[in-house]
């Protein structure tokens, strides 16, 4: 039982490969009447372009989707929505000397050990190429979640030892979109895209970290016991290449904290409960409660490196790899909009299934 | 569409409230032919008895699991394994001054925001009881991932600011189930053990973390793109209550690191592929590589603390509770067999969804 | 991948062989705020008792259910409904000499060859004792789509030759629960009667028909283009032990009636869109038209005769097998509740379902 | 929650409309080394082109499957595949009239009902075009049923009042690729050719019944107790537009037969266990007993005919309907590899499924 499917009520099923003629996927449960804003699409696709003070060498994807079904007349019917984002700038020849080596925390491996043989170009299924296809899936949960209100942010909170510590609630997340790097403070960006500059000379890369946050969203959203927002949000977040970490709220820092630091106390406020803190991170028993959620994630480093690296091969013999391709530095800043959209993914499905939660 | 199943092809179905007659589950798609060990089913149920140090006031369970189906003759029969465990040791009346009131830091609010009402008594379905059930589940699991060989071990890493820094690897885990606190190293045991006591006088709280690790996992479990193995563990872990964090191999501290540091180098031993270090945490391109699975995740102190809190309650109101009921100051010790029983859910699904990977 | 839940947001899973300690189940998914009449199901449990015209020799269950969660003051909380009905009329050694041979038309050699083993106890999970647990899902899933006015009426119209051909809208379906058949015509339900009667001194056993109507379907039920109405139906009542075949509407009849004859025209009436006749079934589409959904069922004769018959057994031999044990004559009448609960879970799911269709 | 995936592991989701830029598919499942046999592909899309004698008018697609992802080499890797299928021939200006109408006996009403508006060209996602999608999931499955001997072989085995009555071990099924009407028997071929040409000239429309028999099943697949054998083929056939019936083995006519008659007597035949009789259609408890799995189904005749009808539009008006666009009379042998499509489908799926049954 293979897992190409995100979701339950809003559900993206998603295929392609690296190299192949196209990626693409389906877009099933999403209901009828949702005014699709092609423009605002086209943005969040732009979101996953590579920086520019690594790419140089880079592929550049024009990433235009194209949907085929289930949008009439401006507007979601119903009907599965299809859509492909062909593959236009594709050089396998760059990966025909990785056919038979396995390349060091890559997927070559483990690929061919659960399915027998792969296709080597370009990593193949298990390149970041697929997350395009989220971002659509994202896109149209966006406009979905969007109608309550609800709203994603997310940006770059720390590259390498380069570490943002101002809190969310005092940085202008709007600057997000206009930094290289993804990170809404100015001078921080600055040394995230030096540290870049400086790690590419190196021939490494790097890792960082991504912080989310979702406002305005309505109490009353999980699915206890197994589906609860938090555990949905960090399958979600740790189905992205890369990623080794989530927390939500406080998280690893809870660890140190007293029952009497951590808990939120309730108050009135305008005629709503809330809270004085947020360190559960807007879910309480896996329910949303009305305040913010946040979360962090951790990205390690990209596996593809200027160096030589020992390594093997299928035939079980010792080989020396040089690292060639078109690679970033560092993803970190290209995974924000995949970050946004897998947490906007949840949100859309939680909401819908919070539907038929009650006798209505 | 509610969210108490876990699992696709290995699937439990979760039922039960804290103070109702019982509580239980089934297990669907186990497969025929496994030899049931009821004794072993004991020996896990037992694991999540309180702390002695703690657990004075706390309620005392006999958690005897009855097995009603998919069991003849000490084998399961491929039919649907159902079973209850019966409450009896329930006091509702210590409850009733909750029925109108939330309590910080606990579901009741959010119960009541999706539902319209609430079964207040000891926390209704939010209850850390309905994880009984979870351990039955993960018992019959780790039956079936036995046969494999694979071997599910979790212990208390951390508990408050008392932290053990030595690497698994160098730690006996057999000596785990003698620690009163689940921890293989007796001197931090003990300081644990200390730490507990102490903050039980203050009337406060505590948090930790859990370390798990799962030996002998063949190669090639795992099913992109969306449910990798590190997706699959952390929805499984972070639908545990009061879990806030969730990371696997290098984790957060792999933002820091370099490419070059991070890459786990492939080399050829015993005529099998294997790598050098195991930053990745046993999996590659979200498919097991036959090293060492490993991960960490966050507990938040426990929300019941026995100090006075301001809170409101269901008519908008003020209010100041107490904290009263039975409660551990610590739950991260008698976290460790959900942790292991999740971790050995979701094994034995990967193992049984990798079956029709290939055409055999 | 096993195939003991049914529904996809109103979700049934089952458990229980026919001479374990019980049979029981799972509602996942019934939104909270249901008043749960218990004298109602207790009805609709009753209704699965013997035809007193055949049923000296056979078992009387009182099939008590036992609710263990997910309701409380009487109304369901958004929990999982757990319960369990004892199995307190078990006669196993009625069935020791069935361990090692496989009856005809029964399921022992075919769950032999699936499990490699089974529990062969009065044909264990093969049992049509698993269909109590369907009533129960049924019963609360008429009360949630009666909510909404929709109403399930299933009755006999037929056994073996014996056929009741007035039109369902002629009928008054009140008195199916007054007749030992539950068919709603006393004349035919005598005939019934003395067929059964008359075929139980042969040793015989007889097969039938059951017509099933809902009236009050909204518009707008149904999910193309996999899970149309129609498909969900046929899926639900094709899964009932001993049937044979399913129609909707005109059914089978359909393929002799030319386009002209067979299209329902449409008409306004009272401002509503109706149709002048209902070929269809009410579904176009696979989605429900808000005219009455009907369809027949075909159920084949009892597999266990009181007759001598040639077989096999395990080890290839052959033997001649002497019906024992208790049985009926003919199940169909029994089996009317149970037709009625697939079809009202079908339209409970099928409702909560259709509420994440539109933007509202 | 929509409705546009089928099977379990082996699953197809399908989108696309009548007259969109193009329809397609995803295949999640496929086990990984399968040989795609993309000529026999192309001839499982011809099956569905349209019969010679009512073609005149009829849409023509070229119907090329253009595969994208999943295929490396010439064989599945496993990862998913994605498939499109351009909608060349598409003249929507002849639906512009039926904008605002409903056509008895279509879906317009329904969609718009469910969805609150609709894309009125050509049906939409209602047309039968979105069956090409599922003759590419089908091929693909009876390639990977066919590795195991297993063989579907679908024909027209009456339309309207022209019945064939040979049953079909008689039949020589090699001969229905060669009939314009899907019928193996040439004389019964030209009586239903003749009806067709008649028919069209009244204007009016057949309905017809299709036989289906798979040989070759192994004994073993099926999941009881609700994803039985004929439950997974009944709602996989209903799900076809236009079918109103479906039965197996002695289906309705198991209604007029003595238990005596109708049970199915085993005996050892080579070492094997088989039946003398197949009443039961090659199940038993829902699971295949290695016997051959057999069924008919019933198609209403097509709705559109050239004739005029009363109708009503969606301003609550009386309208004059008269038939236009491209129909054909009798849609029964273009459905021939549909039933066969769905019904791989079904047995991929089970088999898939049933290598999890057993501790291996």
Partial sequence: MAGNSFGHIFKLTSFGESHGPAIGGIIDGCPSGLVIDF???RRE????????SQHSSSRLEADTVEFLSGIFEGKSTGAPIGFIINN???KSEDYLHLKETYRPSHADFTYEAKYGFRDYRGGGRASARETAVRVVGGAIAKLLIGQKGMQVSAYV?????VKLTTPYGELDLENTIHSEVKCPDKKISAQMESLI??????????GGEIFCVVKNVPSGLGEPVFDKVEAELAKAIMSINAVKGFEIGSGFKSICMKGSEHNDLFEIKNGKVVTLSNFS????GGISNGQDIYFKTAFKPVATIMKEQASVNKFGENVILQGKGRHDVCVVPRAVPIVEAMTAMVLADLYLRSLSSKIT
Same sequence: chains 1, 2, 3, 4.
């Fill in 39 to 41: 423009e605002f699409i």
């Fill in 45 to 52: 696709m732009e979101k996953r372009r590579p920086v520019s």
């Fill in 88 to 90: 236009t700038d594709v």
């Fill in 157 to 161: 909170s720390q590259i390498g030892n």
């Fill in 197 to 206: 500059k400086e790690t590419k000379l190196e021939g490494d890369t790097l």
């Fill in 281 to 284: 991170g807007g879910v309480l």
